[in-house]
């Protein structure tokens, strides 16, 4: 029986989770640990529906308070811990959160984001002054927590003023001790089945949508997974070897950076017990996905998602194929090309990609504008630009108009240029990424100074200066140019497009 819960008492022993450290948690330790801390929110007066923030790094810690929240009926939403203090502040308000947990890592941006919180509802891993330790919450706790209904995780995607806007499912009610099938399926179209001697090495940030439900789903379904605290390509390989690693989520920056070890190093690891190697998250150059599939072998397998519901998926042998496309839709979802009026596109012709999961149904919180600007009837769209070929396979032309993919994370120019407008030597700014062969895109800005501002490397080093202290490091431009005037149509429009040939 599939289940954390279940397995916790049919299979105690088996291990759930190989810590960073290397620590081994078994799905009992696991499991208990859970409801100590879902009777601790419970005790502090958190209801079914009330969300919290966790600002942890990969750890057991974060991901026993997951599904301490999961069967209490929680949205959990995962800080970025890049992000500064007043952006995670932002989503604990605009949440609503009832309860912060962070490490003392990052203590400076989780002591500034909590400043709306009472003390008892702040918890730490580590010393962070103000904050209870979070081995206090649910101390002397026993058993399972008294209410218990499935929560889900609350992801933050883009606004229409450039603020990350979360989005929020309605609570299902359903048993949380229950695997929803929709999980099994997902892991299925993947050939990803419970049990079976999987193993799930999980090497990105769990912030990350993908990432958390690939180490969630896989610990409901019987595998074991393996956290890395930071990735390190040989550190991957080592582990891989280390742990009969099956299956995991890669980005093609990952591809990249495996692939410039000598061919030594490479060579020097057993990497037999590879089944599936799953990567998304941002485009992956044809030339890269053929040089892994030499090198790993047809285990290599390309999806393209959204964190608010469907998607497609492609086989390596089927990519072969069908170079450079992202697959098929998956079973239960639905993929159209559609024009700017909404009507369909006949196969071959670019235009929106639209899509829906089953009957799955999402709002963006607090942004009903955005809800209503993504659909046409049930479908929605990323404003991503692509088509389908004769036999229904989807390939993507732009990743989207305006939204830049580092290294697998979505950055969005509105949020960095509303920050650099509030600078008073900026008459207008505009942001957009530019190739990079390491991480895809680079960041870059295009400045128009105000009159009698002279542009050049002092006002670069203090526009960026001043950025630092609004947005996170990787959020900043890698360079910066400057123009007299920025190209805008007479309706103010600004023609970014052009400022991206001229780049």
Not at 247 to 268: D, I
């Amino acid at each position: 029986m599939t289940g954390l819960w279940n397995i916790a008492k049919t299979q105690p022993d088996h291990i759930a989770l190989v810590d960073p450290d290397g620590k081994e948690l078994t799905y009992a330790e696991l499991a208990a640990t859970a409801d100590r801390y879902g009777r601790g929110l419970q005790a502090m007066g958190l209801e079914p529906g009330d969300s919290i923030v966790l600002m942890l790094p990969n750890s057991a810690d974060l991901v026993a308070v997951y599904f301490a929240a999961y069967e209490t009926g929680l949205y959990v939403v995962m800080a970025n811990w890049h992000l500064t203090g007043p952006e995670v502040a932002y989503l604990v308000q605009d949440s609503g959160a009832k309860a912060f947990f962070g490490h003392e890592r990052f203590a400076a941006a989780a002591t500034e984001a909590v400043a709306s919180l009472p003390t008892d509802a702040r918890f730490a891993v580590g010393d962070v002054p103000g904050f209870r330790s979070l081995s206090a919450l649910g101390a002397g706790e026993q058993g399972r927590p008294d209410v218990r209904t499935a929560g889900s995780a609350m992801l933050y995607t883009s606004g229409t003023t450039g603020r990350p806007k979360g989005v929020r499912r309605p609570l299902t009610g359903a048993d949380p001790d229950e695997v929803p099938p929709q999980a099994a399926g997902f892991f299925g179209i993947f050939g990803i089945k419970p049990f079976d001697g999987h193993v799930h090495l999980c090497g990105s940030p769990l912030y990350h949508t993908a990432v958390l439900n690939f180490v969630a789903i896989s610990i409901q379904l019987g595998h074991t997974a393996v956290l890395m605290d930071h990735w390190a390509p040989e550190e991957m390989l080592r582990l891989i070897e280390r742990h009969r690693v099956t299956h995991s989520h890669m980005v093609p920056t990952q591809f990249h950076r495996l692939l410039a070890l000598p061919e030594e190093v490479r060579n020097k690891y057993d990497l037999s017990s590879l089944r599936t190697m799953i990567h998304g998250a941002a485009p992956c150059p044809i030339e890269v996905k053929h040089r892994m599939l030499d090198w790993w072998g047809p285990v290599v397998t390309e999806y393209y998602a959204a964190t608010e519901g469907g998607g497609t998926a492609i086989p390596a042998a089927e990519w072969l194929r069908k170079p450079g496309s992202v697959g098929l839709p998956w079973p239960n979802s639905e993929i159209k090309i559609l024009d700017e009026g909404g009507a369909e596109l006949p196969a071959g012709e670019r235009g929106l990609v639209y899509m829906r999961m089953g009957t799955s149904t999402f709002e963006y919180h607090k942004d009903e504008a955005k809800t209503r600007a993504a659909r046409v009837g049930n479908l929605f769209t990323l404003g991503d630009i692509g088509y389908v070929d004769s036999d229904g396979y989807l390939y993507l032309c732009d990743r989207k108009s305006d939204m830049i993919i580092s290294g697998g994370v979505n950055i969005y120019p509105a949020e960095i240029e509303g920050e650099l407008m509030c600078h008073p030597k900026v008459a207008d700014v505009a942001v957009f990424g530019v190739p990079h062969p390491d991480w895809g895109e680079s960041i870059k800005a295009v400045v128009q100074p105000v009159d009698g501002v002279t542009p050049g490397p002092d006002l670069t080093e203090e526009l960026l200066a001043f950025a630092g202290t609004r947005l996170a490091k990787f959020k900043l431009p890698r360079t910066v140019e400057y123009m007299e005037e920025l190209p805008r149509d007479p309706n103010g429009k600004l023609y970014k497009r052009k400022l991206r040939d001229r780049a």
